[in-house]
C-alpha cells in the first residue's frame, strides 16, 4: 500500500525539515580568559555531569535494565569527548562525588518522580527527554551533603556554584534544541508511514460509516410522530450497498478499526453529517438511487464516482484531514488511489485472497526509506561536494541554492547510488517530479541537468554501472 513514490516524498520532507535545522548537542565549553571562579565552575559542572551518569548506571530495576541510563540526554553525554576524557580520569583518580551516588540513587529511586517516570514510560505522557533536568533541580541540586561536598573544593564560591548551575541550565537548553538524533528522525519517519496506513483504513471506512449513519437517520424518520409514506419504505439501496457491506465485514479491517478503535462516527459526526448530505444532493447519488436494479459492480463503481467527485473535495473533509494529522494532506491523494485500487480488487472477488493491500509490497520497501533518510544524514557532505562541482558557476551561486532542490538532489544521489535495481531513469525522474511539486517552478530542469550531470561523472569513475 506504500509504494516508493509515497516514501520517497516522506524521506525528502522529513531530510528537509531535519537538515535545516540539524543543530549537534554538545557541552559547554571550557571558558575564555578563565580565573580561578570560572575554573572551579567549569570543573564542578563536569563533575556534575559525571554523577549524574553514575546515579543513571546505579538506578537498576529487575534484569539489570537502567531507566535513566537509557534515557537520550545521558547518551547524549557519554558520546561527548569531554565526557569520554573525564571518564578516563576517573580511572585512574577518586571521583569527588563518588560517596554521594548510592544515597543520591535511593533517593531518587523512592521519589514520586521517578515513579512516575517509571509509571509513564512508554505512553505519550513519557517524559524522556526533561525527566533529568527535573532530577537535577529538584533532588540532586538540593541535596544537602552534596553542597557541603561542593563547599570544600578549591576556589570554592557560592558565585562560581550559581555559575556552574547556569552552565547546567544551559546543556539542557542545547539538549532541547538539538535535532542530530537520527534515531528520533527515524522514529518520525516511522510515525509518519503508520500515518499513512491509517488514513488508508479511515478513507476505506468511510463507505461502512455514511451508510449505518443513514440507516440510523431513516430509523429516526419511521419513528417520527407522523411519518410519510417514503418515512415508514424508504429506498434502502443506499444502506444497503455491497461495498460497504464487504469492507465491514473483511478480517484485516476489522482488525485494525478494533485495535486502533477507529470511528469517524465517534470522532467527527458532524463532519460525517455534512459529507452525507453532500453525497445524498448530488447526481451521483440521484443516478444511482434511480437505477432499477444494480449489482455489486454498480455499488463498487457508485464509490469511486463519490471518492473522486465529492469527498476529495468537499472542504470539510479536507480540513479535517489537516487538523487530525500533519501528514494527511500530502498523503491524501496517493492514499486516495490506493483506495480506489482496494475497491477494484474487492470487485474482482475471488481472483484476490485479500482486497485490502499489504502496508508494503515485500521487505525491500519496508526498509528502502530508512535505508534512503540515513544514508542521506550520513554522506550528506559527500552529496553536497557533488552537487557543488557540479554547478555552472557562472549562473549559478551553490550558497544561493533553493535548499529544498539540494535536498531532493541528495535524496536521488543516494537512491542512485544505494539501490542498484532501480532503474536510472525511474530514480531520475522521480525526484524531478518531486522537485516540481515541492520547490520552484524551475526546480524539476534544473534537479534534471544536476543529476545528468553527476551521473555522467559517476559513471565516468565506476561509481554506477546501470544505464
Request: aromatic share 10%; proline share 3%.
Amino acid at each position: 500500500m506504500i509504494n516508493r513514490v509515497l516514501i520517497r516524498i516522506k524521506v525528502v520532507q522529513l531530510l528537509y525539515s531535519y537538515l535545516l535545522i540539524e543543530n549537534h548537542f554538545m557541552l559547554e565549553s571550557q571558558p575564555s580568559a578563565p580565573t580561578k571562579e570560572k575554573r572551579f565552575a567549569y570543573s564542578l559542572y563536569l563533575d556534575m555531569l559525571m554523577l549524574i551518569v553514575r546515579i543513571s548506571d546505579r538506578v537498576e530495576k529487575r534484569g539489570g535494565y537502567h531507566p535513566l541510563g537509557d534515557t537520550r540526554f545521558i547518551k547524549k553525554i557519554l558520546a561527548d569527548d569531554k565526557m569520554k576524557s573525564l571518564e578516563m580520569k576517573y580511572r585512574h583518580e577518586d571521583f569527588p562525588f563518588q560517596h554521594l551516588v548510592a544515597s543520591l540513587a535511593e533517593t531518587i529511586k523512592e521519589s514520586g518522580l521517578y515513579k512516575n517516570y517509571i509509571k509513564d514510560s512508554g505512553t505519550d505522557k513519557g517524559d524522556d527527554d526533561q525527566i533529568w533536568e527535573k532530577i537535577v533541580n529538584l533532588i540532586i541540586l538540593p541535596n544537602p551533603a552534596l553542597n557541603s561536598a561542593m563547599s570544600t573544593r578549591d576556589n570554592f564560591t557560592l558565585r562560581g556554584v550559581e555559575r556552574m548551575k547556569g552552565m547546567l541550565s544551559d546543556t539542557f537548553k542545547n539538549f532541547y534544541a538539538s535535532r542530530d538524533n537520527i534515531d528520533d528522525a527515524l522514529k518520525t519517519l516511522s510515525l509518519s508511514m503508520m500515518k499513512a496506513r491509517e488514513l488508508y483504513f479511515r478513507l476505506l471506512l468511510l463507505p461502512v460509516e455514511l451508510c449505518r449513519l443513514r440507516e440510523d437517520q431513516l430509523e429516526e424518520n419511521r419513528h417520527k410522530y407522523i411519518p410519510t409514506d417514503e418515512d415508514l419504505n424508504p429506498n434502502m439501496r443506499f444502506v444497503e450497498n455491497g461495498l460497504a457491506a464487504v469492507i465491514a465485514s473483511n478480517p484485516t479491517f476489522q482488525e485494525f478499526c478494533e485495535k486502533n478503535k477507529t470511528s469517524w462516527i465517534a470522532d467527527d459526526r458532524i463532519m460525517l453529517e455534512a459529507l452525507l448530505k453532500q453525497i445524498m444532493e448530488s447526481e451521483i447519488y440521484a443516478d444511482y438511487m434511480d437505477f432499477p436494479a444494480t449489482d455489486f459492480s454498480t455499488d463498487c463503481e457508485f464509490w469511486k464516482n463519490v471518492y473522486k467527485h465529492i469527498i476529495f473535495h468537499n472542504s470539510d473533509f479536507l480540513e479535517t484531514m489537516e487538523t487530525q494529522s500533519v501528514f494527511w494532506n500530502d498523503d491524501l491523494e496517493i492514499i486516495g488511489t490506493f483506495v480506489i485500487k482496494t475497491i477494484k480488487r474487492f470487485e474482482e472477488g475471488s481472483d484476490v485472497e485479500d482486497p485490502i493491500l499489504p502496508m508494503y509490497k515485500d521487505a525491500e520497501d519496508s526498509s528502502f526509506g530508512r535505508i534512503l533518510f540515513s544514508d542521506v544524514v550520513r554522506e550528506k557532505d559527500l552529496y553536497r561536494r557533488y552537487i557543488d562541482d557540479s554547478i555552472d558557476l557562472n549562473h549559478w551561486d551553490t550558497e544561493r541554492l533553493a535548499f529544498m532542490d539540494v535536498i531532493v538532489t541528495m535524496t536521488a544521489l543516494s537512491e542512485i547510488l544505494n539501490f542498484p535495481k532501480i532503474p536510472l531513469a525511474v530514480s531520475i525522474n522521480e525526484y524531478i517530479e518531486i522537485a516540481k511539486s515541492y520547490s520552484t517552478s524551475k526546480s524539476g530542469a534544473f534537479v534534471n541537468g544536476l543529476l545528468y550531470t553527476i551521473t555522467e561523472r559517476l559513471r565516468e569513475e565506476g561509481k554506477i554501472m546501470k544505464n
